[in-house]
């Protein structure tokens, strides 16, 4: 069991690029905090950051990634574009990367399928929706600022629009969507895969105050295993093949959540957890001009 790598494992995308299986997720992280977190995870061996422009903390990401001494090319960076930039995509990204303090990220995603008027966050533009922005994300890959595009928070519905557009030339390179074992999302899991894309679980361990941990199933395995229920909780999304973000910016937590190497859930345990009866959502979709949840992902 010594030799089960988990921390080193990565998933090679349709471009041929290995994305890690587990980063540091930055969402809800304070920003007199995040660059100590992104330093410390950094210090401790992850390779993997991910944050967005809607974070509000890109320039504390870039200030961490600096402080830590890790090479650039050694980390993966992952940011999103805001609802408010769809119309200004080649902007977005160099506000992106000015904000880190970099001349590249590894993975661009469409934060959500939701073209929002800049002037009015409750309204969605009426000439233009998310097939419009991936056609201009696609013009990324060319300029050397963008390694992969990808989406987020896209489920089937929204993905067959999208593969069956035309102007859809690529395909995206990673869907990142709440998963945790309350909401596993097995149809749009399926869905992906069988389309070539690649999932990043975000949610991962059902965020803060969850219904999770008062789940006797996961209690019970946790228990068993020696270990934290935030740890099984990655293994399960990584055991399930996908990569997984949990945040946090405590330093005993950051390291104990990548402290999953020399074991893994059996067959038995990932059955468990993948059966739970409960559901919940973290994030819904009634903050947005649109609906973009239908319920499909089931």
Known sequence: ??????????YTLASGDKIPAIGLGTWQSPKNETAKAVK?????????????????????VGEGIRASGVPREQIWVTTKLDNPWHKRVAEGIDASLKNLGLDYVDLYLMHWPSSTRPDDLKKHYDDWNFIDTWREMQKLLGTGKVRNIGV??????????LLNDPSCKVKPAVNQIELHPNN????????????????????????????????QTLLSIA???????????????IQNGWDVIPKSVTPERIESNFALDGWELTEEEMNKLNNLPDRFKVCGDDWLPV????????
């Open 1 to 10: 069991m010594a030799d089960l790598k988990h921390t080193t494992k990565t």
């Open 40 to 60: 410390h995870a950094l210090s401790v061996g992850y390779r993997y950051i991910d944050t967005a422009y809607a974070y509000g903390n890109e320039s504390e």
């Open 152 to 161: 987020s928070n896209f489920g089937i519905t929204n993905l067959e629009k």
């Open 184 to 215: 596993p999302s097995p149809k749009l899991v399926a869905y992906c895969k069988e389309k070539g894309i690649h999932v990043t679980g975000y949610s991962c361990l059902g965020s803060t105050n969850s219904p999770l941990y008062k789940d």
């Open 223 to 237: 228990q068993n295993k020696g270990k934290t229920p935030q740890q099984v909780l990655l293994l399960w999304g």
């Open 291 to 298: 609906k973009v949840f239908f319920g499909d992902d089931e």
